[in-house]
């Protein structure tokens, strides 16, 4: 059962573009919606996150929207850049202790900027 | 700055093999996670503890158990390793009552 379905699995853009990756989600009980950034070689890394009581979020070049009543969210880099080349994680979890804190992971877009 | 360390990177290991993957944090974290990450189908939790001596099955436990003996410290068990096991570990820690995941490195390991 996949609660985050994240989309597009690939992704290329050139330098300068905007880069979209949508994600939605089936649990209306979640309430906290963070993307994370993975390098290869590494571990994935909190890039920005958004709690459904505001729509947008934006954090320098990154901008996370958010449509509650379409359950759906989005990750947008503006002015993409070859060192934003990277693959992004869409995830959401429900706050609180114990077993609804953990957090439910999209399958990943694998994002190439070119020059 | 904090850090995430799992202790081996790169594993190769024989079907039926026991398989141990270490996972130490030094924050002092509360919670703790095992993730599987394979093409196609992202992050999956395997298993999470909320505290020391606890521990809570994730999405995808079968053939897995953990051991989380002391606060830092974090160990993914593979009983009797399979083919179908073969796949990138990550291991992430967080504050307990906060939403920011810290993750490792990742072990990769192969099942021969």
């Known amino acids: 059962q996949q609660q985050v379905k994240q989309s597009p699995q690939s992704l290329i853009v050139q330098k300068g573009g905007i880069s979209i990756i949508n994600c939605a989600y089936e649990?209306?009980?979640?309430?906290?919606f963070p993307w994370y950034q993975q390098f290869p070689g590494k571990g994935p890394a909190l890039l920005i996150a958004?709690?459904?009581?505001?729509s947008e979020k934006k954090e320098g070049r990154f901008t996370i929207s958010f449509n509650k009543s379409a359950k759906q969210f989005s990750l947008h880099i503006m002015d993409s850049q070859p060192g934003d080349s990277a693959t992004y994680f869409c995830?959401?979890?429900?706050?609180?202790?114990?077993?609804?804190?953990?957090?439910?992971f999209g399958t990943g877009t694998r994002l190439q900027v070119t020059l | 700055d904090v850090k995430v360390t799992q202790s081996s990177r790169y594993l190769v290991k024989r079907t039926g093999e026991k398989v141990f993957l270490e996972c130490v944090q030094d924050?002092?974290?509360?919670?703790m996670f095992w993730y599987r990450q394979d093409p196609g189908l992202g992050l999956r939790l395997i298993y999470f503890?909320?505290?020391?001596?606890?521990?809570e099955k994730g999405d995808i436990p079968e053939g897995y158990s953990v051991s989380r003996e002391k606060k830092e410290r974090f160990s993914l068990i593979l009983e009797s390793a399979s083919t179908n096991q073969t796949s990138m570990y990550l291991c992430?820690?967080?504050?307990?009552?906060?939403?920011?995941?810290?993750f490792g490195e990742g072990s990769r390991l192969t099942v021969l």
């Open positions: 992430a820690s967080r504050r307990q009552g906060a939403g920011e995941l810290f």
């Open positions: 649990n209306t009980a979640f309430d906290y």
């Open positions: 958004i709690r459904p009581d505001v």
């Open positions: 995830a959401a979890s429900m706050a609180g202790a114990g077993t609804a804190s953990k957090l439910t």
């Open positions: 924050m002092d974290h509360e919670n």
């Open positions: 503890s909320y505290d020391v001596k606890m521990k």
